[in-house]
T-cell receptor, first 113, second 111 residues
Framework: EAGVAQSPRYKIIEKRQSVAFWCNPISGHATLYWYQQILGQGPKLLIQFQNNGVVDDSQLPKDRFSAERLKGVDSTLKIQPAKLEDSAVYLCASSYRQSGELFFGEGSRLTVL | DQQVKQNSPSLSVQEGRISILNCDYTNSMFDYFLWYKKYPAEGPTFLISISSIKDKNEDGRFTVFLNKSAKHLSLHIVPSQPGDSAVYFC??????????FGKGTMLLVSP
């Protein structure tokens, strides 16, 4: 069974530029999550989708971050414009249902200069 | 407001000995707890979980203990192996809520 796929693995941009990350969850997983992990901290939920609907985006900085999952499968997370404090690993995860075990991708490491 | 706390940033253990990783939580509504393991440049992988109706769950060398009255859980690894060296995250959820993670504890198992 293929795992959660993410791309790109690494991205370096300057502040005020934009960036997009892509995630393809495990086949059949209805729930998809984007987490932000800053160095030395645990993953923090940015947004949760159930199929193509948003379940929780309370911690998403909506003035600069956006995410979509149009067909209920893969998802894109965009940051525009980026700030220095956005430097982090962006983790995508999926699960069969809304609670329980999450399966994570390898993450996309963003460095904002 | 940190609802899941891992107060030890790091832990060093010799191969063959027991590793004990601790986690405290403040939200009494949490009813499901998980431990994730993370190697560098990889995503976290699920290790073991426990429901609030239990106080112990065992899977091979890994055992998780839950003390609800103290709002505390611990992960025991016996015997520890060098391949166990990683960052361990404690996570908790309630009902259909998403997981809340601690900051992690880096475990180093030396030969």
């Amino acid at each position: 069974e293929a795992g959660v796929a993410q791309s790109p693995r690494y991205k370096i941009i300057e502040k005020r530029q934009s960036v997009a990350f892509w995630c393809n969850p495990i086949s059949g997983h209805a729930t998809l999550y984007w987490y932000q992990q800053i160095l030395g901290q645990g993953p923090k939920l940015l947004i949760q989708f159930q199929n193509n609907g948003v379940v929780d985006d309370s911690q998403l900085p909506k003035d600069r971050f956006s995410a979509e999952r149009l067909k209920g499968v893969d998802s894109t997370l965009k940051i525009q414009p980026a700030k220095l404090e956005d430097s982090a690993v962006y983790l995508c995860a999926s699960s069969y249902r809304q609670s329980g075990e999450l399966f994570f991708g390898e993450g996309s490491r963003l460095t904002v200069l | 407001d940190q609802q899941v706390k891992q107060n030890s940033p790091s832990l060093s253990v010799q191969e063959g000995r027991i590793s004990i990783l601790n986690c405290d939580y403040t939200n009494s509504m949490f009813d499901y707890f998980l431990w994730y393991k993370k190697y560098p440049a990889e995503g976290p992988t699920f290790l073991i979980s426990i429901s609030s109706i239990k106080d112990k769950n065992e899977d091979g060398r890994f055992t998780v203990f839950l003390n609800k009255s103290a709002k505390h859980l611990s992960l025991h690894i016996v015997p520890s192996q060098p391949g166990d060296s990683a960052v361990y995250f404690c996570a908790a959820s309630s009902g259909y809520s998403t997981l809340t993670f601690g900051k992690g504890t880096m475990l180093l198992v030396s030969p």
